[in-house]
C-alpha cells in the first residue's frame, strides 16, 4: 500500500471520471465550481446518498462494492422520478489514502458512470471515519417529474424486477456456507443495484406516482399513499419474487422479503388503468420484467390479498432513528 496526497489523490483517481458523458457540463473537476449549462425545457432534479462504514456496510467490505452499491442507489432515485441521469459529485471521507483502495473503488465508479451516462463534475475529500456521499443531477421534461403525490384510487399498481432479492443477498453473505448459482445472483443483487432508470423514463409519460423500494415495499408505497392521500390493496400471489430467492428461502420467507426487505432497488409505480394498454405498448421492448400487485383504493391503509383472504398490514421499514 502507498500513500497519495490530496490534489494527486482527485487528479489520479477521480479526475478522468469526468471526460466523457453529458453534453450541459462546461466545465468539470478542477476549479472551485463546476459550469452546467442547463437544456431548454428541462427541470433540474437533484438527490444526495450518504454511506457509513459500520453502518451501511461492514468493515472490510471490498471498494468495488460499496462503490456499485451507492452509485446503484443514488441513480435509483434518479430513475424513480423519470429523470435522465446528468451529473454527479462525490463527497469522500476517508481514514487513510491508500491507492489500492482508491484504485478499486474509481474504477468501479468509473465503470457505473460510464453505463449510466453521468459525468463526475466535482467533490471534497477529507480526512476521517470511511464515509462517502454522492449527490446525483438529471433531468426532466419541464413538469414531467415522476412524484409521490399523484395516485389516485383505481390507478394500478406496478414494480419492476423481484423484490427481497436483497435481502436475500444480505442474509446470504452472513452465512458463510452459502455457495452456488443462487447465492452469488443475490449476492449481486444487494452489491450491485441496477437503476431502473430507462423504465422511470418510459413510464413517465403514463404514471401519476413513483418511488423507489429502498426501505421495503410497504414502506416505500406507504410514502406513495400518504403523499397522494389514498390506500392500497395488493395481491400476494402477484408479487414478482424471483426462482434463486424462492428456492433458498421458501415461499413465506420470501413474501416477506419482497414486502419488507429493503434496498432492492426497484421502483414501484401507479398507472391509470385506462392507460395499462398504452403502458404494455410502451414497455414491449423493455427487456425489465413490470408486473401489477395491486391497485390504489380511496380508503386509507394497505391491504393485502392473499388467496381470497383480505387482511390490513402495517407498513414497515427501515429507520435510522426509531422514535
Ligand atoms: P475547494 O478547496 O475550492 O473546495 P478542493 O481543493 O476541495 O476545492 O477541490 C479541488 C477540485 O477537486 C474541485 O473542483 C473539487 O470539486 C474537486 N474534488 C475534490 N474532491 C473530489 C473528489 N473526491 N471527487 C471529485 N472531485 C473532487
Ligand atoms: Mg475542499
Redesign the pocket.
Given at each position: 500500500m502507498s500513500a497519495v496526497g490530496?490534489?494527486e489523490?482527485?487528479r489520479n483517481y477521480?479526475?478522468a471520471?469526468?471526460r466523457d458523458g453529458s453534453g450541459s457540463v462546461r466545465l468539470g473537476?478542477?476549479?472551485?465550481?463546476?459550469i452546467i449549462a442547463p437544456p431548454s425545457e428541462r427541470e433540474l432534479v437533484i438527490s444526495i446518498d450518504t454511506m457509513v462504514e459500520g453502518t451501511h456496510f461492514l468493515p472490510g467490505t471490498a471498494p468495488a462494492q460499496i462503490a456499485t452499491r451507492i452509485m446503484g442507489a443514488a441513480l435509483s432515485d434518479l430513475a424513480a422520478m423519470g429523470a435522465q441521469p446528468a451529473f454527479f459529485?462525490?463527497?469522500?471521507t476517508l481514514p487513510e489514502s491508500n491507492s489500492d483502495w482508491l484504485q478499486s473503488f474509481s474504477a468501479a465508479l468509473a465503470d457505473m458512470a460510464k453505463r449510466y451516462g453521468v459525468q463526475?463534475?466535482?467533490?471534497?475529500?477529507t480526512r476521517g471515519p470511511l464515509t462517502i456521499s454522492i449527490q446525483v443531477h438529471g433531468w426532466c421534461h419541464r413538469g414531467k417529474a415522476l412524484r409521490r403525490d399523484g395516485a389516485k384510487p383505481g390507478d394500478r399498481i406496478f414494480v419492476t424486477g423481484t423484490l427481497g432479492d436483497s435481502r436475500g443477498g444480505l442474509e446470504s453473505i452472513q452465512q458463510p456456507q452459502s455457495t452456488g448459482y443462487n447465492h452469488h445472483y443475490l449476492h449481486q443483487r444487494f452489491f450491485e443495484p441496477e437503476p431502473r432508470l430507462d423504465t422511470g423514463q418510459i413510464i413517465a409519460e403514463f404514471a401519476t406516482s413513483a418511488i423507489d423500494v429502498s426501505d421495503g415495499l410497504l414502506a416505500d408505497l406507504d410514502h406513495i399513499l400518504q403523499g397522494s392521500g389514498v390506500g392500497a390493496m395488493i395481491n400476494l400471489d402477484e408479487l414478482p419474487i424471483s426462482e434463486a430467492l424462492h428456492h433458498w428461502a421458501g415461499e413465506k420467507t420470501s413474501r416477506d422479503w419482497a414486502l419488507r426487505g429493503g434496498e432492492d432497488f426497484e421502483l414501484c409505480f401507479t398507472v391509470p388503468a385506462m392507460l395499462e394498454p398504452k403502458l404494455n405498448w410502451a414497455l414491449r421492448e423493455h427487456n425489465v420484467a413490470v408486473t401489477c400487485i395491486g391497485q390504489i383504493s380511496a380508503e386509507p391503509g394497505i391491504l393485502l390479498v392473499d388467496d381470497g383472504h383480505v387482511s390490513a398490514v402495517e407498513p414497515q421499514g427501515y429507520n435510522h432513528f426509531p422514535g
Open positions: 490530496e490534489f489523490l482527485i477521480f479526475a471520471i469526468g473537476v478542477g476549479d472551485d465550481c463546476a459529485t462525490l463527497a469522500l463526475l463534475v466535482g467533490g471534497d475529500t
